[in-house]
């Protein structure tokens, strides 16, 4: 049995204090909601406060990246020690976002996942085809490399420390959610090649979240499909009313 999990990316938005302030909002919202774990994903700056407003809620907190090393001349970037520290006990990994324009590939991620396990921080690794290629019919193919190369080296061991989000490149920020069927069939095909690649016992375990335009109107359909454990928020995790609404909604049957 997969806990569902919900978890908000924040992105780029709120500052420390509005990031504690909406904390504390969603830790009061969803304290009495069991059976569903909840994560957020606050800028670096706002980490710190974050984890200390979420200190006796059941809200995790989430890093947006992170580097590999753990120290160093690397300007500009954290590592997962310094997450950590910060608070975090969850950090997203490989994100379109970073993907498109910070030049994160699949090597990366790879790279990345190793130094989140070094770190006690679970990774929520990101994969997803873009429009073109679902329209070139390469859905699968693409995942099946995102996956390969993003987890190469992993057991099934470190599958079942990690979570996996299917996020369509397509549906990200615009609106156009992938339907129920279209979630279902992705979520299916991932789960059998971790199955595959990983074992049944660590594929049936690996948490998989839908990601691209949840809301509350949608959330429902998209986690009623066998092999969708939860969902990866951006837009609509910001106001903490609807995204605790969509915890509820995750709620188990
Ligand atoms: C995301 O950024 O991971 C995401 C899914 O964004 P949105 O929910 O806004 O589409």
């Known amino acids: 049995m997969r806990t569902p999990l919900i978890a908000g990316n924040w992105k780029m938005f709120k500052t420390v204090a509005e990031a504690a302030a909406a904390v504390r909002q969603l830790g009061e919202l969803v304290s009495g909601v069991t059976g569903v774990d909840v994560v957020v994903a606050p800028t670096f700056t706002?980490?710190?406060a974050a984890a200390q407003a979420a200190s006796g809620t059941r809200i995790g907190i989430a890093g947006q990246n992170l580097y590999w090393e753990k120290e160093g001349a690397f300007t500009g970037e954290i590592s997962g020690g310094m997450l950590k520290e910060a608070g975090a006990a969850w950090v997203i990994i490989g994100h379109s976002e970073?993907?498109?324009?910070?030049?994160e590939t699949d090597l990366t991620v790879n790279r990345k996942i190793g130094a989140a396990f070094a770190s006690a921080l679970t990774p929520i690794v990101c994969i997803g085809e873009t429009?073109?290629?679902?329209?070139?019919?390469?859905?699968?193919?693409?995942l099946d490399t995102q996956i390969r190369q993003g987890l190469e080296g992993l057991t099934g061991n470190d599958l079942v420390r990690l979570v996996i989000a299917y996020e369509p490149v397509w549906a990200?920020?615009?609106?156009?959610?992938?339907?129920?069927?279209?979630?279902?069939?992705?979520h299916a095909h991932i789960r059998t090649r971790l199955r595959q690649w990983f074992g049944a016992d660590a594929g049936?375990?690996?948490?998989?979240?839908?990601?691209?335009s949840v809301k509350p109107e949608?959330?429902?359909?998209?986690?009623a499909q066998p092999d969708v454990d939860g969902g990866l928020v951006g837009g609509a995790s910001l106001d903490p009313k609807g995204f605790a609404e969509?915890?509820?909604k995750a709620r188990p049957a």
């Not at 429009?131 to 693409?142: I, S």
């Not at 949608?218 to 986690?223: D, G, H, Q, S, V």
Request: glycine fraction near 12%; charged fraction near 25%.
């Open 131 to 142: 429009l073109d290629q679902r329209e070139r019919h390469e859905t699968f193919d693409v």
């Open 172 to 186: 990200i920020g615009t609106g156009r959610t992938a339907s129920p069927a279209q979630a279902g069939e992705a």
């Open 98 to 103: 970073r993907r498109a324009l910070f030049g």
């Open 46 to 48: 706002a980490i710190h």
């Open 204 to 212: 049936d375990q690996c948490r998989i979240l839908y990601g691209g």
């Open 218 to 223: 949608n959330i429902a359909e998209l986690i």
């Open 246 to 248: 969509i915890v509820r």
